[in-house]
């Protein structure tokens, strides 16, 4: 259980979630979603959502037509997951339980499109982010794809340490990088004061 991030959304101070309201950024993350459904109609499959949060994503995945599950090990943060989806209208199954230990959260596997939007970058040690991307593996179908947000590695005290494509590849043997994206999320007020940030989607692909 990460006490930080329990302590965050009792206290609602979600500073990550921020981007969310930027149009230009949405609009990215929309374009980059489509990107895995091309040439293809709904239901387009399983997809999983690590470190799901309050469910932004995981909602917009769903009422696109992908069967979501998030896993999250932060309870608030999944009660309001569920209210996201209840509002919205769509299925989203979620799961308590920790991302470096993923099989044994019963989260189930064959996920076809995968999520990191700000968990892999932050808080886990080296031997969790492996543990991490060994369990991802397992879960993942072949040939799937991961979306991960990270920030550059920077030294910012509480704040997420950031990861460089050398470590998400360190981590991800059995993936490639086939994708990195810079993301301009100069609106949004939390980068006003991390400038160091960086922020970059980096598209993975497991082996077929
Ligand atoms: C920066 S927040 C991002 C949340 C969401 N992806 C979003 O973009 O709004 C990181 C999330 O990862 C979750 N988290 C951190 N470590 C975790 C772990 N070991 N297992 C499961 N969830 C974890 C936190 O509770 C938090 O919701």
Known sequence: ????????????????????????VTERISALFAREEAGREPPYG???????GSGIWAVRLAAR??????????????RRARERAHEADVGLRLVKGDVTRLRATGVGSGFRFLLDFGLFHDELKDDQRAAMARGVSEVAAPGATLLMLAWAPGRRGPLPRGASRAEIEAAYRTWRVIDEEALDPSGAPLYRYVRNA???????RRAA
């Open 1 to 24: 259980m990460s006490v930080a991030y329990r302590i965050l959304y009792r206290l609602g101070v979600t500073p990550w979630e921020q981007i969310a309201n930027l149009p230009d």
């Open 46 to 52: 399983p997809a999983l959502d690590l470190g799901c």
């Open 198 to 204: 960086d922020p970059r989607f980096y598209r993975l």
């Open 65 to 78: 037509g992908w069967q979501v599950t998030g896993i999250d090990d932060v309870p608030k943060a999944l």
